[in-house]
């Protein structure tokens, strides 16, 4: 079975082919981030525009690079949400009009099932049901995943998602957007002892909440004298805050469910401290973690299509409606 997956919820154009005999035949990304840097963020006008103008150039791409012609695809899997209402239009107009005019289903699919399922790519060791940590610009929730599509959120951030708040310190410390994987680049070389920022929320619950690390950290940026060397150790700090409270939580997860397997997804979870740490404390507790791979951290169209092909045969679809869902609960995905 070959699946087309079409990813555009915010500023990525994701476009994949997944063959469930071979394997990913290909996977191609257009990023928008030069387009949005000057703004200091996303511009939902702009990011709806330019994946109008790249999705079918993407798509004949992909179809090229896997010698394929269209009618040997058997369905299109796309992001129906949440995300970006006029980015989401883009990728499940042309997937609806697409899978109609080649007489195959069209599958919606939930934007953080995604990125957490794609793990299951590269690990058969992943069995539901697992813990999952997803970490993106959008969200920052823990998961109790029992099985495909049904979903318990346990915990979620209350104010600030953990890769809006990476990207709103970058940009304090005069990074461009998104600019969560440079202030990573610049904490490699921070001291950790200079400064101290809280852990928030780590005494009770599995809420989460980030917005006041960015006060905390405008506040050192204010007091002190801004060199090269304060800008690492400012951003080592607030990583090692962030990743600790990470970590605090999910233990008390696992402990609270007895989960045993443990998958961070989502474009935090290629950040390197991360996975460092969090390997180290479930090796400690001799359990079991999963990451995707590096390049499937952040937005992609191969998480859409593998999703697509898991997806494919619990569909019930409308082929004359276009949908989309910008506030998607993953709660909510068992109704599709
Ligand atoms: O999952 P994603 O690509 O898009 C959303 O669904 O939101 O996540 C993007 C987020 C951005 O905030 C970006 O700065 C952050 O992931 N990110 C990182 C790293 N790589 C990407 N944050 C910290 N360390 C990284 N290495
Ligand atoms: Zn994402």
Known sequence: MIILGIETSCDETGVALYDNKVGLLSNQIYSQAQLHSCYGGVVPELASRDHISKIIPLIRSVIKQASLQLNQIDGIAYTSGPGLVGSLLVGATISQTLAFALKIPAIPIHHMEAHMLIAMLDNNEIKFPFLALLVSG???????????????????????????????????????????????????????????????????????????????????????????????????????????????????????????????????SANYTLRQKMSIMMDKRKEQIFFPRLEFCTDNGAMIAYTGYLRFSNIIQNPLSINVNPKWSLMDISKL
Do not use: W
């Not at 200079?194 to 929320?201: A, G, K, N, S, Y």
């Not at 506040?219 to 801004?226: E, K, M, T």
């Not at 090269?228 to 080592?236: E, G, P, V, Y």
């Open 138 to 268: 959008g969200h920052t929730q823990l998961v109790y995943a029992k099985q495909l599509g049904q979903y318990k959120i346990l915990g979620e951030s209350i104010d600030d998602a953990v890769g809006e708040a990476f990207d709103k310190v970058a940009r304090m410390l005069g990074l461009e957007y998104p600019g969560g994987a440079m202030l990573s680049n610049l904490a490699k070389l921070g001291n950790s002892k200079r400064f101290l920022f809280p852990r928030p929320m780590i005494k009770f619950g599995l809420n989460f909440s980030f917005s006041g690390l960015k006060t905390f950290a405008s506040n050192i940026i204010r007091n002190n004298i801004n060199n090269k060397q304060t800008f690492c150790d400012i951003a080592r700090a607030f990583e090692d805050a962030v990743v600790d409270t990470l970590i605090i939580k999910c233990e008390r997860a696992l402990v609270q469910t007895g989960l045993r397997r443990l998958i961070i997804a989502g474009g935090v």
